[in-house]
């Protein structure tokens, strides 16, 4: 296992963790700055920050600081309740992939999706089973136009607590019987992006980290459980703060042979963006040489 004490060079910062500074909405121009100034060298941006900074802006500022991205957030969504939603998610995941490819990143974030219409409050059906298997065509289709961009995708299984609303693929059990149907020579196109919030309660995770050996593991997400959670969606907590024994699941993961980025993802309403962030980068990195 890769000894992290020392320095921060398999720090990858998710952007999300630093959309808010001190409660106040953060420009990714100025989230990737902060990071270069750092020494921070990967970072992983959302798809409606680099929209509103503007691709080709992004795209030129990443490679004038040399950084990598160890992943772009996120493509997936894939259930609908008609014909015109699911082309809508078809075409919108299509951008993505080319977004991706335009930044260079080592892969694309796929969050599957649940039920029609229950993000936004209102599921238009209760079929779970139905949406899994829109989910099953959504990647299989998008996966022949994701290879001829070689851009990876990596199925980001989510806790079961968003079951409803963000993705009904689960488990990395789920997510790896969806990669070994789609792509059963293992091409290298299509694996997983394991989060520590969302698996580490999984009695199979060490098992199924090995069923997905070094092929499937393309990107390692970190944070931490909060005892108490007080929001499903915007409370993680900070590498250190929590339950998860990350160093553990990182032990697993590069026991396959990952040698990537660790990329930090908080999403944190309540303690985290209310700080400065130029805090929470220095917190990150102290974090990540003694909790990661
Ligand atoms: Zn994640």
């Known amino acids: 296992m890769r000894d992290f004490s020392q320095d921060h060079r398999w720090l990858s910062i998710n952007t999300a963790t630093l959309r808010k500074s001190r409660g106040e909405d953060l420009p990714l121009p100025e989230i990737l700055d902060a990071c270069a100034r750092l020494g921070i060298r990967a970072v992983s941006p959302w798809r409606d920050q680099v929209s509103a900074a503007g691709l080709s802006n992004v795209s030129k500022q990443v490679r004038s600081l040399g950084l990598e991205l160890s992943g772009y957030c996120r493509g997936g969504m894939f259930p609908a309740a008609g014909a015109a939603g699911l082309k809508a998610a078809r075409d919108d995941n299509r951008r993505a992939v080319d977004e991706a490819a335009e930044l260079r990143a080592a892969c694309l974030v796929l969050v599957a999706g649940g039920l029609p219409g229950a993000l936004q409050g209102k599921a238009a059906h209760k079929d779970i089973a139905l949406s899994r298997s829109q989910v099953r065509d959504g990647i299989a ?11 990876p995708l990596a199925i980001e299984p989510l806790h079961p607590m968003y079951a409803a609303d963000r993705a009904c693929v689960n488990t990395m059990e789920q997510a790896l019987d969806l990669c070994d149907e789609l792509d059963p020579k293992r091409s290298g196109a299509l694996g997983l992006a394991v989060d520590v919030y969302h698996v580490w309660w999984d009695p199979k995770l060490q098992q199924q980290i090995e069923r997905a050996g070094q092929d499937r593991l393309l990107a390692f997400h970190v944070c931490d459980w909060l005892t108490p959670t007080t929001d499903l969606l915007n409370d993680r907590g900070m590498m250190g703060d929590g339950v998860i024994d990350i160093p553990r699941i ?12 660790s990329e ?17 980068l220095e917190t990150c990195i102290a974090r990540h040489k003694s909790a990661v």
């Open 141 to 151: 289709e998008l996966l022949d136009y994701a290879k001829q961009a070689r851009m």
């Open 250 to 261: 990182r032990g697993w993961i590069e026991a396959q042979g990952f040698a990537g980025y």
């Open 264 to 280: 930090v993802e908080i999403f944190s309403t309540g303690s985290w963006w209310k700080k400065p962030h130029e805090q929470v």
